[in-house]
């Protein structure tokens, strides 16, 4: 059933929202972690790398090499 795009963008942006809201909670207590006990600070590079790498990832594999598929024809729906 199509649905409404401003509703479908008013979801997202709530769920964009709350995914910001986690992150920055979560970033904020390994801040802390990392004030208390500063050995979390490599275990905090290494989660940054992997986040970088992750990135990386996305744009290459998910979002750019998208736009220069080939289809094919079993690729389009039949109807």
Partial sequence: MPQDPYEQQRRNAA???????????G???LALAA???PDILLILVVLAGVGVIGVVQYFTWGWML????IRDDDDQSRS
């Fill in 27 to 29: 970033a904020s207590l």
């Fill in 15 to 25: 769920t964009y929202g709350a995914l910001a809201g986690v992150l920055f909670c």
């Fill in 35 to 37: 004030l208390v006990i």
């Fill in 66 to 69: 998208e736009k220069y598929r």
